[in-house]
């Protein structure tokens, strides 16, 4: 299985966003142009990177309180507006836990769980949907077939089923959330090496005689990476709903530790005394699911390949 | 000719059938692996501090101290006359208690089906009707919200508003129609605002076509084209997508919202047979489940084919 160099340059992206060095400062500057026009383009990066150093530098910044010192005496101290004052601007929890500080602590497991699951994803789906593009046959059809019974078979139920069996853990929703998605990254990346696969630099490395190996990874996988992030975007959002559901009914991180997910599943026996708790930590969810929303919406759009959109937008299981 | 055609068709149902049946065998095989393989039912049912004897008599009693392919071949041939085993923590056959409460989940869906479309399609005719106006950008903002929302804090909002604050609505439990409301509004909105996108996307599609423009030339107004003659061609993508969001309820928001609202259905259900470490009783969830979820996608797929002759018999 030695490779043998075709003496071709490593292909360059036939769809204007390749990953060629020498095009990088165009492609840069045509990202940069597009998103001055793009509002959603500006809110949602705007939005994913707040939430993204607020999860970093989270227990570094000063000011906040410690998320798991409770406080009985201030327990349900209503937000900032509401009769609150400014110690506790969202307010305490049912234990007096400051819920500002515990939303920022909770950010890191809600954010970490989602990305480690779609990067699993990412790679996996890829690399399957690589092989049975481009080996085709019965690899293919194997690989296809897996994925249908992925689409029929999601991820909820393949959670239930795993929990039932091996107890909550974190490592087990990250596993949940990347089996329910690996499918889709196979399913376009399979879609978009079919299309590439007659491209004449494909034809000239096979010719020049490089393994598939070389072909899949150094001609195919560039041009696939654009359309792959994309993806992998929306696919984050995904995620990150997920995670909340599955810490929401308890299959994740356990208590005390804290995620946004759990916070609502605790905060649910105190809404008619303390409706703050559940608003501010699914507003948190539904916030950061949207910055990452607009941010998909801005790099299909920018992308703009209608057909990869549908695929996208319009795919059944959850 | 027709006689083909028809034979053509029952050919194109029979494979579709077969294939559906198929993914069901091998859902099912899969929840066998990891209940029988990977653990042991009786050791995840009993708590911690069990001695040997009594793992060993939950053994037999479960029937798993026999060789697995035994067990195999027990689990297979009682699917198929709908035995799915004994329920540990109810005493009760599993498939039974599930079926029970079948319809309340079904109920739900239902629900939010008709909560999903009645809002989507309007909506989605809307934003078309004034594309690149201010109905579409909030059509749009809709969209962005409700599917960047998780569907159970949308579910303890409206209790907080419409529940707590205003009191116009049973917090929880399923009394009537009445109760049905909220739950199918935390389930609906999202799908809602996907559909409503696809059908927007559709139309401006649609009536770009030379049938569109040739009635809007002939002085039919945007909005009669829309309705009479763009919408039906958009017709069968709305049927595919509002059954993917079909699948989508069966087997992730009516789970977490059963939960919010106490809803006596197949997901709560699940939920409470894993507290009580029931793995059967998990397992003959799962399996009606992803069941209702092959069956939804056959029917989508006949659906489409009876809209849309064109849909080529794959």
């Known amino acids: ?318 | 000719m027709a006689r083909t055609k028809g034979s053509a068709l029952l050919r194109w149902l029979a494979r579709r059938i077969i294939a559906a049946a198929l993914v069901v065998f091998v859902v099912t095989s899969l929840v066998f692996v990891v209940t029988h393989v990977f653990t042991d039912p009786a050791t995840v049912s009993l708590p911690l501090e069990a001695t040997e004897e009594h793992r060993a008599q939950r053994r037999a009693a479960l029937g798993i101290d026999r060789p697995l392919s035994v067990q195999y071949w027990d689990f297979v041939s009682g699917l198929v006359v709908g035995d799915l085993g004994e329920s540990f923590w109810q005493d009760q056959p599993a498939s039974k208690l599930v079926l029970e409460r079948l319809p309340a989940t079904l109920k739900l869906v239902a629900g939010a089906t008709l909560v999903t479309v009645l809002l989507a399609a309007p909506l989605g005719m809307l934003a078309a009707w004034w594309e690149r106006r201010f109905a579409d950008h909030a059509v749009l903002g809709f969209s962005m919200v409700s599917i960047s929302a998780p569907p159970f804090w949308i579910g303890y909002l409206l209790i907080i508003v419409f529940a707590v604050q205003l009191g116009w609505v049973p917090t929880f439990g399923s009394s009537g129609f009445v109760s049905l409301i909220l739950p199918s509004f935390a389930i609906g909105l999202a799908s809602a605002g996907r559909l409503a996108q696809m059908t927007r996307r559709g139309i401006v599609e649609e009536l770009r076509k030379p049938y569109a423009v040739t009635a809007l030339s002939r002085g039919f107004s945007r909005s009669y084209t829309i309705v009479n003659h763009t919408f039906r061609n958009v017709a069968s993508g709305f049927v595919t997508m509002t059954g993917w969001e079909l699948t989508r309820m069966f087997t992730g928001y009516t789970v977490v919202i059963e939960v919010v609202f106490a809803w006596p259905g197949v997901g709560r259900l699940a939920i409470h047979a894993i507290e009580n470490r029931d793995l059967v009783l998990v397992q003959a969830a799962v399996v009606v489940l992803a069941t209702l979820v092959v069956v939804t996608n056959l029917l989508v797929d006949i659906a489409r084919r009876m809209i849309d002759p064109r849909v080529e018999l794959g």
Not at chain 1, 94 to 108: E, P, T
Not at chain 1, 157 to 177: C, D, R
Not at chain 1, 214 to 233: A, E
Not at chain 1, 254 to 277: A, E, F, H, K, V
């Open chain 1, 1 to 318: 299985m030695t490779a043998v160099d075709d003496g071709l340059p490593p292909s360059e992206g036939t769809n204007g966003a390749g990953a060629a060095s020498g095009e990088n400062a165009t492609v840069m500057s045509d990202l940069r142009s597009h998103l001055r026009k793009s509002k959603a383009g500006i809110a949602g990066i705007a939005i994913c990177s707040l939430f993204a150093l607020v999860a970093i530098i989270g227990p570094w910044l000063p000011f906040l309180p410690d998320p798991s010192k409770q406080s009985l005496p201030d327990k349900l101290t209503p937000p900032v507006g509401w009769g609150g004052a400014w110690d506790h601007p969202l307010g305490t929890d049912q234990l007096g836990r400051d819920i500002l500080a515990r939303l920022i602590d909770g950010a890191r497991i809600s954010l970490l769980v989602s990305v480690v699951a779609v990067i699993i994803a990412a790679i996996l789906g890829t690399a399957l949907g690589l092989v049975a593009g481009y080996i085709g046959g019965r690899i293919d059809t194997l690989i296809i077939s897996a994925a249908d019974v992925q689409m029929a078979f999601p991820g909820v139920l393949a959670g239930l089923i795993l929990v039932a069996a091996f107890g909550p853990s974190v490592w087990l929703v990250i596993i949940v959330i990347a089996i329910s998605s690996w499918m889709v990254f196979t399913r376009v990346g399979r879609g978009l090496v079919f299309t590439l696969k007659s491209s004449l630099f494909v034809e000239a490395s096979e010719l020049a005689g490089a393994s598939s190996r070389r072909v899949m990874w150094r001609h195919l996988l560039p041009n696939l990476v654009s359309s792959l992030i994309t993806l992998s975007v929306l696919e984050l959002a995904a995620a990150i709903l997920s995670e909340s559901a599955f810490a929401f009914l308890g299959f994740g991180v356990q208590p005390p530790r804290s995620s946004w997910g759990l916070m609502i599943q605790q905060g649910r026996n105190y809404i008619t005394d303390g409706w703050w708790i559940v608003t501010f930590a699914g507003l948190a969810i539904a916030i950061v699911v949207l910055g990452v929303n607009l941010l998909s919406l801005w790099l299909q759009s920018f992308n703009d390949i209608a057909e990869r959109e549908q695929i996208i937008l319009e795919r059944p299981g959850g």
